[in-house]
């Protein structure tokens, strides 16, 4: 009985689902090791735009690791910049955004700061100037102001996020901290649904459960 309770458990749906993110880790626009670039979109095919100041600064080793695969983002690159992504959402659909960010080594507390909007009001092909009049505080989900540190010490930020009615929400990055060129670290972006168990399978599984309660009740009954 306990190894069917145990089938039953494995072949609920899974709950980890695909990055809805593209380029996440920012991986897919090569920066050569110990440099650093600024670009006006990163991603295949640009999916992450910059939306205003001097672009979507890239490094790779610059003053350490990643905090997932090789390659980061500074927003704060010659000066306080935004980047947008479009992603595909289900109205009404909850998600769970996750990202690591951490202050950039050896600057003060002044310089460091991250802002993440989420904008549920714009549809397909959104213009740069409106996705940018959108990130106001009322879709803001973040504004982080990390400690100074003396090497990358990547933290996660952890939010719930709603789909839009109109089939796209749009996720906005922006510095924050004094615009000096050096800004916090911005890295492995994800956002994912976790689908829910259909009632047969919790039926079933409420049945394996059952049944492993009744063996055990029945062995300590004929024990005694």
């Given at each position: 009985?306990?190894?069917?309770?145990?089938?039953?458990?494995?072949?609920?749906?899974?709950?980890?689902?695909?990055?809805?993110?593209?380029?996440?880790?920012?991986?897919?626009?090569?920066?050569?090791?110990?440099?650093?670039?600024?670009?006006?979109?990163?991603?295949?095919?640009?999916?992450?735009?910059?939306?205003?100041?001097?672009?979507?600064?890239?490094?790779?080793?610059?003053?350490?690791?990643?905090?997932?695969?090789?390659?980061?983002?500074?927003?704060?690159?010659?000066?306080?910049?935004?980047?947008?992504?479009?992603?595909?959402?289900?109205?009404?659909?909850?998600?769970?955004?996750?990202?690591?960010f951490t202050a950039r080594?050896?600057?003060?507390?002044?310089?460091?700061?991250?802002?993440?909007?989420?904008?549920?009001?714009?549809?397909?092909?959104?213009?740069?100037?409106?996705?940018?009049?959108?990130?106001?505080?009322?879709n803001m989900i973040?504004?982080?102001?990390?400690?100074?540190?003396?090497?990358?010490?990547?933290?996660?930020?952890?939010?719930?996020?709603?789909?839009?009615?109109?089939?796209?929400?749009?996720?906005?990055?922006?510095?924050?901290?004094?615009?000096?060129?050096?800004?916090?670290?911005?890295?492995?972006?994800?956002?994912?649904?976790?689908?829910?168990?259909?009632?047969?399978?919790?039926?079933?599984?409420?049945?394996?459960?059952?049944?492993?309660?009744?063996?055990?009740?029945?062995?300590?009954?004929?024990?005694?």
């Amino acid at each position: 009985m306990r190894n069917i309770l145990i089938a039953l458990l494995l072949s609920a749906p899974a709950l980890a689902q695909a990055n809805l993110v593209q380029d996440g880790s920012f991986e897919e626009t090569v920066v050569p090791n110990g440099t650093w670039n600024v670009f006006s979109s990163v991603g295949t095919g640009g999916v992450w735009k910059s939306i205003s100041g001097s672009g979507i600064e890239i490094q790779r080793n610059v003053t350490g690791p990643a905090s997932h695969l090789a390659q980061f983002v500074e927003l704060d690159s010659h000066k306080n910049s935004a980047m947008a992504q479009s992603i595909g959402t289900a109205a009404g659909t909850n998600y769970s955004l996750n990202f690591d960010f951490t202050a950039r080594p050896n600057t003060t507390a002044a310089t460091n700061g991250l802002q993440a909007f989420w904008i549920n009001s714009l549809g397909a092909g959104a213009t740069t100037a409106s996705i940018l009049a959108a990130a106001t505080a009322g879709n803001m989900i973040a504004d982080l102001h990390p400690n100074t540190v003396t090497s990358n010490t990547w933290k996660t930020f952890s939010h719930n996020v709603v789909g839009s009615g109109t089939g796209y929400s749009y996720l906005v990055f922006k510095a924050a901290g004094t615009s000096d060129s050096y800004g916090t670290y911005l890295d492995n972006v994800n956002l994912s649904v976790a689908p829910v168990p259909e009632p047969e399978t919790y039926a079933l599984m409420g049945i394996g459960l059952a049944g492993l309660l009744a063996a055990r009740r029945r062995k300590q009954q004929q024990s005694h």
